[in-house]
């Protein structure tokens, strides 16, 4: 079974700081692992995301995140958080194959300036 | 020129009452989902439909019917509601082959009183 935990619910960083949202996944087969971020009463947009090849994946807004299998890990990073990045972060798993995609609880983000 | 719509994406009721949420998508995608968000933002997915097909029933009160009348058209029927139904739904839709990527509809956010 496929299953995502995100480790911290709220994370705080001045503008201009390291973002690194925590994400460790499990699955039993090669996983496909997504990011997504959540504005406040809105819908979930796609920031990137990993099925195979190069391990290092960039996304929207500057955000990047590396997979790494022996970790079993996806934490998203961005050099220099911005006030704009403030909202709610889901890491999600899901298998080749099997169309169902788990979610984490996700990570609120807030920037201080 | 929207991906993915729903509505309404407000609704207000009494206990008790049927209520139905429309999702359209014109992204030429195959499969499509209903996911219930809340208010801690804990994301569950509810059903998944591919090509019209029902794949995915997670574990809901059998009140909750889901009604696809073709590819592109998902639409959630709930009898009865109750307070604890209140949330945000969301509609999403993915295709076959595409990584599993999900692309989420803005939520209707269903408040029972």
């Known amino acids: 079974a496929q299953s995502v935990t995100q480790l911290g619910s709220h994370v705080s960083v001045s503008e201009g700081a390291l973002v690194l949202l925590r994400c460790n996944y499990s699955?039993?087969?090669?996983?496909?692992l997504f990011w997504y971020v959540q504005y406040p009463n809105q819908g979930l947009q796609l920031l990137l995301k990993?099925?195979?090849?190069?391990?290092l994946v960039k996304g929207i807004n500057g955000f990047e995140a590396e997979f790494k299998k022996s970790e079993t890990s996806f934490h998203l990073t961005k050099p220099s958080a911005h006030m704009s990045d403030a909202a709610e972060y889901f890491c999600a798993v899901s298998e080749a194959g099997y169309q169902k995609v788990t979610f984490g609880t996700g990570t609120k983000l807030q920037v201080i300036p | 020129d929207t991906a993915v719509s729903q509505t309404p994406k407000y609704l207000v009721t009494q206990m008790g009452n049927d209520k139905s949420i429309k999702c359209e998508q014109n992204l030429g995608h195959d499969t499509m989902y209903w996911y219930k968000q809340d208010s801690k933002k804990f994301l569950k997915i509810m059903f998944s439909?591919?090509?019209?097909?029902?794949?995915i029933n997670e574990t809901v009160p059998n009140r909750f019917s889901p009604k696809s009348p073709d590819k592109a058209h998902l639409n959630l029927h709930i009898n009865s509601l109750e307070l604890g139904d209140s949330a945000v739904y969301f509609c999403?839709?993915?295709?076959?082959?595409?990584?599993?990527?999900?692309?989420f509809g803005e939520g209707s956010w269903l408040t029972v009183v």
């Open positions: 999403a839709s993915s295709l076959k082959g595409e990584g599993n990527t999900i692309y």
């Open positions: 990993y099925t195979t090849g190069a391990t």
């Open positions: 699955s039993s087969v090669p996983p496909y």
């Open positions: 439909y591919n090509n019209k097909e029902l794949i």
